[in-house]
């Protein structure tokens, strides 16, 4: 996997907003079901680009710590 997913999936969330401005339906609402739509859209981009980000590109590196120190009673075993 790589960064350009990133893109991929903005321009998909881009047309699925664009879709959801062009083709609500008309009504006194008509503002409000454009907006939680376009809204609804980007949060769950937002929420999915920074979960990804996170993982691709962590900021602290895994550390190794030794709980307890290995005897030679316990390797045996």
């Given at each position: 996997?790589?960064?350009?997913?990133?893109?991929?999936?903005?321009?998909?969330?881009?047309?699925?907003?664009?879709?959801?401005?062009?083709?609500?339906?008309?009504?006194?609402n008509?503002?409000?079901?454009?907006?939680?739509?376009?809204?609804?859209?980007?949060?769950?981009?937002?929420?999915?680009?920074?979960?990804?980000?996170?993982?691709?590109?962590?900021?602290?590196?895994?550390?190794?710590?030794?709980?307890?120190?290995?005897?030679?009673?316990?390797?045996?075993?």
């Open positions: 996997m790589s960064g350009l997913l990133i893109f991929f999936v903005l321009a998909v969330a881009v047309a699925l907003s664009a879709a959801s401005y062009l083709f609500t339906p008309r009504g006194p008509q503002t409000v079901i454009r907006t939680a739509l376009i809204m609804t859209l980007v949060s769950c981009y937002l929420m999915w680009a920074i979960t990804y980000l996170a993982q691709l590109h962590p900021l602290l590196q895994p550390r190794h710590t030794k709980i307890r120190a290995h005897t030679s009673t316990e390797q045996s075993l």
